[in-house]
């Protein structure tokens, strides 16, 4: 199986133009305030102008309807935090393909159980921004669930992200020149080693 790549945090026009080139799978925008690489949702509008790569739209806070909505111009959306039973539920209203975050701990075993009957693209990510995810437990989860990987993911650990054979793997800051700047050197890297 081809591992598919998303490169995240995207917020120029450049870097849509030279990630769009690549063997790339996805192209993430943080469409969240709260993040040093947001975009506007009518960022993504552009975005689907200028590219042809699927779109993903991250966001954190609000309610899934307003989520949904804000995200109209992207072709998933992916939630990056842990959501309520309800809000689970909720995710049967609308027919947008979702990317559920799942935080990589055995404390959140049982919430990935409920996560995987919402979605069929589940980022197992680290619990804490900015930190590696633990590979040994992404491992020992990705042998028994296609799920993506994402966290502390770069050129120096990209070899062993590729090991465990991740449905997908998920790469921001690990590519960066700056926050929302990627380094098209690292891409190039990384695409080369994840797509053999």
Not at 56 to 72: D, F, Q, R, T
């Amino acid at each position: 199986m081809t591992i598919k790549l998303k490169i995240c945090g995207i917020s120029t026009i450049s870097d849509i133009l030279e990630l769009s080139k690549m063997n790339i799978d996805y192209l993430g925008f943080v469409t969240d305030t709260i993040s040093k690489r947001y975009v506007k949702d009518e960022f993504i509008n552009i975005a689907k102008k200028i590219s042809e790569k699927p779109i993903v739209s991250v966001k954190v806070n609000g309610k899934i309807s307003e989520l949904i909505e804000k995200a109209k111009y992207a072709d998933l959306l992916q939630i990056h935090r842990v959501l309520s039973d309800s809000e689970l539920e909720e995710l049967n209203s609308y027919d947008k393909r979702i990317i559920l975050y799942v935080p990589a701990s055995e404390k959140y075993l049982a919430y990935l159980n409920k996560a995987i009957r919402y979605s069929d693209m589940i980022l197992l990510d680290s619990p804490k921004k900015g930190v590696q995810i633990d590979l040994n437990f992404a491992r020992k989860i990705a042998k028994e669930y296609d799920v993506g990987i994402g966290g502390g993911i770069n050129i120096n650990n990209i070899d062993k992200v590729i090991e465990i054979d991740p449905k997908w793997i998920d790469i921001s800051s690990g590519v960066e020149v700056y926050p929302g700047k990627k380094d098209t050197q690292k891409v190039i890297e990384i695409v080369r080693r994840v797509k053999v």
